[in-house]
């Protein structure tokens, strides 16, 4: 089945530390993005990627860093910078990175500093 | 800057009566509006979507409504059952400018409805 695989679905991070959460998609599609969700708020925008090695800041990129060196995965860096990442943690594809396309999303991955 | 907005964080309705979210955007470049639906705990499901090209879409028992000048979206479910008991979020995407090529949501309004 295509879809978008996130992992871990859960993860606990000590202060100080870096995580890196996976997002893979099998759908073929050129964009990809990483939202962030608090509780009782919408979805802000971390970072996205219209195309394979390259990738744009969205509105709450500080504290996290990002890769594309495949179609397919598109990981975000929780790094210690990020003063407040407990979150859940949406990836996210759609067929290109303009207007006019539904994006589609993963199951969500939640970030516990402990 | 907060360029989409639910002003209602929720909203209870009787299952088989109309449900109607309400969103209002500021940012004149959005061309390309999208309702999805959210658990706790998953990612959302993609509901429906309307170009700023039409002022209507419908599916099935889900229908979005788009007013340009008012810079107002809403979604109406009708008749609405108890499964449709979620987080509904509005989002917007734009053919230039600093929203190009993402989309910006919302804060969400949980709908309950009640059996």
């Known amino acids: 089945d295509g879809g978008i695989t996130q992992s871990p679905k859960y993860l606990f991070r000590k202060e100080g530390q870096n995580v890196t959460l996976s997002c893979e998609q099998n759908?073929?599609?050129?964009?990809m993005y990483w939202y962030r969700q608090d509780p009782g708020q919408g979805l802000r925008l971390i970072y996205y990627?219209?195309?394979?090695?390259?990738?744009q800041k969205g509105d709450i990129a500080e504290g996290y860093s990002v890769s594309r060196e495949k179609k397919e995965s598109f990981p975000l860096t929780v790094t210690s910078a990020q003063k407040n990442p407990t979150a859940f943690y949406l990836c996210?594809?759609?067929?290109?990175?303009?207007?006019?396309?539904?994006?589609?999303f993963g199951e969500g991955s939640w970030l516990t500093v402990v | 800057d907060q360029q989409v907005k639910q002003n209602s964080p929720s909203l209870s309705v009787q299952e088989g009566r109309i449900s109607i979210l309400n969103c209002d955007y500021t940012?004149?470049?959005?061309?390309?509006f999208l309702w999805y639906k959210k658990y706790p705990a998953e990612g959302p499901t993609f509901l429906i979507s309307?170009?700023?090209?039409?002022d209507k879409n419908e599916d099935g028992r889900f229908t979005v409504f788009l007013n340009k000048s008012a810079k107002h979206l809403s979604l109406h479910i009708v008749p609405s059952q108890p499964g449709d008991s979620a987080v509904y979020f509005c989002?917007?995407?734009?053919?230039?400018?600093?929203?190009?090529?993402?989309?910006?949501f919302g804060q969400g309004t949980i709908l309950t409805v009640h059996p």
């Open positions: 996210a594809s759609s067929i290109r990175g303009f207007s006019g396309n539904t994006i589609y």
């Open positions: 989002a917007a995407s734009a053919l230039g400018g600093t929203s190009y090529g993402k989309l910006t």
């Open positions: 759908l073929n599609h050129d964009a």
């Open positions: 940012n004149s470049m959005f061309d390309y």
């Open positions: 990627s219209q195309i394979v090695n390259d990738f």
């Open positions: 309307i170009s700023s090209i039409k």
